[in-house]
């Protein structure tokens, strides 16, 4: 008889701790207002986007290890933008730079610029640079300088890729 009682006994409770954990998150089926992540001002933000000079005090020039800079200055994520700086075709200036993006890691590997798309011709990189925001998420960017047939990216070392990971979230701005 007391062995009974004590087994109704924890049946209750377990029945009690159920319900309470289903009514102390009323939200997750999002039918009632709320919501998750939780949108009030004292919720977590998204960090903000960044933009970033690619090569940093460098900018973007012929030998600098673009990939290696990459793998320091990451991780990146999507809205993000990069900053190509580069001066525009000059008297003083006849190996101007570019900026290519290609389809796919081994058209990056080989430099197959013939496959590649430009983003921002020779003269694009002047005054504040030019801009690219990476805009998809989980996604391989390949960039490289696309001058020279190719020279600027193998020889020159002008290439590096970036994955664009989902943004992070913070507590407080
Ligand atoms: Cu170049």
Excluded at 59 to 84: C, E, I, M, Q, R
Excluded at 96 to 114: A, E, G, I
Excluded at 139 to 153: I, L, P
Aim: glycine fraction near 10%.
């Amino acid at each position: 008889m007391a062995m009974k009682f004590g087994g109704a006994m924890v049946l209750a409770v377990i029945a009690s701790v159920m319900m309470g954990a289903s009514t102390a998150y009323p939200g997750w089926n999002n039918n009632n207002g709320y919501a998750w992540p939780p949108k009030q001002a004292d919720g977590p933000n998204e960090v903000p986007p960044k933009k970033v000079i690619v090569g940093g005090s460098e900018n973007w020039h012929f030998g600098f290890d673009y990939s290696a800079w990459a793998h320091k200055s990451g991780p990146f994520y999507v809205n993000d933008t990069l900053v190509f700086k580069y001066d525009p075709p000059s008297d003083n200036n006849t190996h101007p730079h570019s900026v290519y993006v290609f389809p796919s890691f081994w058209s990056y590997m080989r430099c197959d610029l013939k496959r590649a798309t430009m983003v921002a011709n020779v003269s694009d990189g002047a005054g504040d640079g030019f801009e690219f925001t990476l805009s998809q998420t989980w996604k391989f960017y390949f960039f490289a300088c696309g001058q020279s047939s190719g020279f600027h990216c193998s020889t020159g070392k002008m290439r590096f890729s970036v994955v664009s990971l989902p943004r992070p979230w913070k507590w407080h701005g």
